[in-house]
């Protein structure tokens, strides 16, 4: 007959009851111990799904919301109304007098005011919607002070319309009405269809006008295509739609020509819309001039 082995320390009652073999249920406890998403799952996923069980719980009543929005109302209406949130006035630099005013009028803000009460984006767009503004920036600054800084529109030409005298600048955008033509002397007259729309344009060639800057008196914007150039006593310098400049230069030029001087001379107009035949209308006077001293020429007419 086999005799067994025995070893003592598997008769001690406490060594057996350290034996995993003693329980599967809490062999397997301990092995779900040992990995990470089950440690996570315990100690973070379960107590916050309780903690969110327990608020849905407590949302889902009527009464319970009311009170928690109330409660919220109250927080919001507490620190917006402290002293250190408050506008007390407003500050406007870079705007003349009258266009401060009018920004003023616009925003029509009573202080003093929460700040978190200012919808600043949106008074923003009401100050540059004023017409002789171009670009605002506002923002609350230490004191209570709502800051706003504007550049304003520079006129750079008159437009004559049908309602009178408008000032552009020189993206061609309405900065105001012109009071007078003296009050804004150093500035060219645009005038014709779509002449706001050719501003630039006009602006170049009134840089080049500097030898008859005294005569000039505007410039005409034709058939929205091209530009006259008027001057005074009623002459007119007709410009092609293309190379306008390249054929003002050459007008100009032959005005200043000793012997020449083209625009001295009895004549109303110079076209130079084709730039290869250039041709001048002269006045009723000096056509009947010229006629009859061709026919003294020709032997017609007795020179008197």
């Not at 309602?163 to 007078?180: C, H, M, N, R, Y």
């Not at 002397?185 to 006008?209: C, H, I, K, S, W």
């Not at 800057?213 to 007119?236: K, P, Y």
């Amino acid at each position: 007959m086999r005799q067994v082995e025995t070893h003592p320390e598997n008769d001690d009652p406490q060594m057996a009851r350290l034996d995993p073999r003693a329980s599967k249920l809490k062999y397997r406890l301990e092995r779900l111990m040992l990995t990470p998403f089950f440690r996570f799952a315990l100690r973070v996923l379960l107590p916050f799904g309780l903690c969110f069980g327990a608020g849905a719980a407590w949302f889902s009543v009527d009464e319970n919301r009311e009170a928690f929005h109330l409660m919220l109302s109250e927080v919001r209406a507490t620190v917006e109304n402290r002293p250190e949130f408050q506008v007390r006035m407003m500050a406007i630099d870079g705007a003349a007098p009258e266009v401060a005013v009018a920004i003023r009028a616009d925003l029509s803000i009573d202080f003093p005011k929460s700040s978190f009460d200012l919808d600043l984006e949106a008074m923003q767009q009401t100050v540059t919607a004023l017409d002789a503004v171009k670009t605002a920036e506002l923002r609350v600054r230490q004191g209570g002070v709502l800051q706003v800084d504007v550049v304003e529109r520079d006129p750079v030409v008159l437009w004559r319309t049908a309602e009178g005298l408008l000032l552009l600048d020189d993206e061609g955008i309405f900065v105001g009405p012109a009071v007078s033509r003296g009050a804004h002397a150093a500035l060219p007259v645009v005038a014709g269809d779509a002449a706001e729309l050719a501003v630039d344009e006009a602006l170049r060639l009134y840089a080049l006008t500097g030898p008859v800057r005294a005569r000039l008196r505007g410039f005409e914007r034709i058939g929205a295509r091209r530009w006259d150039v008027v001057l005074d006593r009623g002459q007119r310098i007709m410009l092609p739609e293309t190379g306008a400049e390249r054929a003002l230069e050459q007008a100009i030029g032959m005005a200043l020509t000793p012997g020449l001087d083209l625009l001295a001379r009895d004549l109303t107009v110079v076209d130079l819309r084709l730039p290869r035949r250039p041709t001048i209308r002269m006045t009723e006077d000096a056509t009947q001039q010229m006629w009859r001293i061709k026919a003294i020429e020709a032997g017609k007419e007795v020179l008197r």
